[in-house]
């Protein structure tokens, strides 16, 4: 290294040295990494700057990165105590939800006890970490006997089947503990677990899947073990298996090998944990394998076809688990930083088997096993791979080449395979119409392929008809589509439904048809594509398919029907009048899987005027020139005004409909969780409603829902969710972690691309959240909290800046948020003295509070005096209020001050300040109220302080004391 670079190393260590007595520990952490980037390989130098970005992590409460921290600047400097220290504090923390690093952190304190024998937060480290070692000791010791036994019972030959049952159960008890499920592996439990798999009895089956599934959570070596030991084509024919509970089982075995594996359970491992496993590419490769050729194999059942394709959607897309490790020398050379795991499945043919396994018919050959619902999955992971894959021109166009060549190399095996190869291919374009929509539409366009659409459904042939009738209500979400098939197909699907030769499932198809031509002009209440009262007319012969009908099938159909009538007014009033068609709308959500999403989801929506379209605001003089221009402008029908909304909402609440949505929310497709967030929005609009939402699992579900989806989807649920927090009691509605997991919502809320209403509904959410514990106070601060919400204290705009000021007076109450008020170099304080100048009382309610608690501290009540040139005005103004809340605050803060330094109070005790608290005191002399009572208690606090000071005379008796506003003198302070 050079001494230019040496000097500019040790240039970043002082700045960084500096944020961190500021308290700016995130801009100290960019110094420290930027002094070990400039330093070379075995300066010794280095050693400090890992131990003091270890002390910044610490602060953070990052243990894992201060650990790692800690141990580098050990592998540089061995006996730097103060570097074991911090590793020390690190693993004791870690040690709380991982006990593996408890011994560890115990060697190292006895070591660290060695070179600093006096050290008196040394020596209470290591006795905490003794007392918990001994416990952990005996915990285990209890346990061993536990696991040997239960092990014993589980696998002994001669044990009868009730015993092995009930060893088996207390098998999962035991793994879900680290301590326990560390003996399981050590005695052998893996190998007697395996042989479980093979069981008759369904109960131990299942019972062996899940401890098996508990020992893979957070320990990534010894999942690999396991993988070594069960294999992965065992378990993948578990998968295949047409029972439902064991193919789930293991398809949870699975999930959890791959968030170990790839680390997304968020366990640190370092050392021999560490050291284990190298590379798990090949591995993980052999898995995304092992799921295509499940995929296209017809021995895998209808329901683990549907599991393989939900674990291709959670961990083929790069936020999954794959895409993080995909480390091949494929995936060395062509895809950047371990990303590229969706462009892998591409290039494995994963893409194209998908769209193949979706056009699969009962005639296809292999005819592959598949559930209702495996079209629908296939939908929705098509949209996840497009979604992360398609990021540039260049993907966009490979993955609508692939799509396209797909369904014409269907199309071009007419002549050989006959019909059943067009059948395969209008059936793969309906499920990737379902699915990205702009690739599906794009493949309409191939010649002649609407026609042949039009000419299947004319052919008196069911499942013919019944592929082309699905195809043409998919192809119909476009206008140009939609106007085609009115003009070429209407009477084909008039004719199909009035066939008395058609079954239900073709007619209800037919039907749904109809009824998504009907509603080709959206909510305008001046267009009809049917003659006036048809869509009516309509609703009734769905509304008879969902109440008649036993199959879900049928009434999952006719609900989509009523998705797409409700664009019309006049029908919304006609279900929302009918509560019985409301209550099978919702037991079919109850019941109906996420087939049903969709048709329900969208019917709810349009009920509650949840959409955006024909919302924007029209400018009358716009409108005067479209209408003189002969340009058609929509208008809203009168039956959509807020009143007829409002009763609307009331009503299906009253049903039940909640409970409906909690029931959708399972669905994995974002748009879905889309329509769903905008109908829990319209509903929690009305404060009386939040309550019932969070009673019916509503807040639970909506948490998720905000934090993974669309963006528009995104920020509906945090909205809903913030109504929730704003007027709900946080304990009852977010209790334990859920009030943590509330956080990131509630701060993408915050995001200036965010609407005022949505910033202001946020920072009131936070208000009431920050006020629940120090670890929400924390969550807050964390990603440049304090900035984001800084920044709305000095909004233009009064609501918001009230807003903003309210939570900082929660925030203030934590350590984290007080140490940038102390920190001096900026007007933070000032400001907030300032703001209790304001003519808005809730604002200075607010910042009174604030001050309040800031001047706790008696260095910040050194300075307000130095900063603020009218805090005399200021604290008299605001001390003599009227108002008992705040004048509570200020006379708390002018207790502070008065009881901070006999300088600083000799500085109040000459102004007029004394007068102010003299008049308070015997104005409140006899006042019952509770809060006047706690003013009267701040000022005997302020005056006791002054006469201990000796800056005022003792009073002898209650009215000299009262008195002494016009007798009280300065005594000589020398």
Known sequence: MTEAEKTEADLSKEQGNQHFKAGEYEEAISCYTQALKLSEKGDKAKAVYYKNRAACHLKLEEYQQAAADASAALDISGNDSKALFRKCQALEHLSEDSPQHLTTAYKDAMRLLQMEPKDAQVRAMLVRLKDRVVKMSTDQHTTTNRVEQMLKIAFGKEESLENKRKAVSNLIVLTREEAGAQLVFREGGVQGLDLLLDHQDEEILLNALMALTNLCYGHRSRTMSLLDIVTLPKICRLVARPDEKVSNGATSLIQAAIRAVTGLDKVIHRGAEEAVVIDNSADLEQLLMALLVMLKDKRVSGIGRDNVIDLIIKNVPKKGGLGIIIKTKLAQSKYKDGIGCSELFIDMGGLKDLILVGGNVKDSDPCLPMTSETRMHISVCLTRIYDDYAIHDEAVRRFKDICQSTVQGLLGEVEKRGMVANLEAIQALTTILHGPFDVGNIILGIQAIMNNMIAMCAVEEPDMQMVAVEAMIAAMSKKSRSTFILSHGAGLLKQIYKSESADAPIKVRALVGLCKLGSIYGSDGTRKAFAEGSTLKLAKHCRKFLLTSTETDLRRWAAEGLAYLTMDADVKEMLADDPQTVRAIVELAKAG?????????????????????????????????????????????????????????????????????????????????????????????????????????????????????????????????????????????????????????????????????????????????????????????????????????????????????????????????????????NDRLKYIVLLCGEDDFELVKAAAGTLAQLTADKDMCERIPNEVKSWIDILCEVGASPMPDIQHRMMVVIANMMMASKELCTKLVETKILDVVMAVRISLANDPDPTRQKVRKCVDAALSAATEFGLIKPASNLEEQEALPEQAQLLNAS
């Open 593 to 825: 899987g996420v087939t049903v999403v969709y048709g329900v989801g969208t019917t709810l929506n349009n009920l509650v005027n949840s959409y955006e379209y024909g919302n924007e605001e029209q400018i009358p003089e716009m409108k005067k020139l479209a209408k003189f221009a002969k340009q058609h402008v929509p208008e809203p029908h009168k039956l959509d005004s807020k009143e007829h909304v409002d009763i609307r909402i009331e009503k299906l609440v009253k049903e039940g409909v909640v409970v409906s949505l909690v029931a959708l929310a399972k669905t994995e497709s974002h748009a879905e969780r889309e329509l769903l967030s905008r109908v829990f929005l319209a509903i929690t609009e009305r404060e009386a409603h939040r309550g019932l939402v969070v009673a019916q699992g509503g807040a639970k579900v909506l948490i998720p829902m905000a934090n993974e989806g669309t963006d528009k989807g995104k920020w509906f649920a945090g909205q809903a969710l913030a109504k929730i927090a704003i007027t709900t009691n946080p304990e009852i509605a977010f209790p334990g972690q859920r009030a943590l997991e509330m956080v990131r919502p509630m701060k993408k809320l915050l995001d200036l691309d965010a609407s005022a209403l949505q910033n202001f509904e946020a920072l009131m959410a936070l208000t009431n959240l920050a006020s629940q514990s120090e670890s929400v106070r924390s969550r807050i601060f964390e990603d440049n909290g304090f900035s984001v919400v800084e920044h709305y204290m000095f909004e233009d705009h009064e609501m918001l800046k009230r807003a903003a000021i309210q939570l900082m007076c929660n925030l203030v109450a934590s350590p984290k948020w007080k140490e940038k008020y102390q920190t001096t170099g």
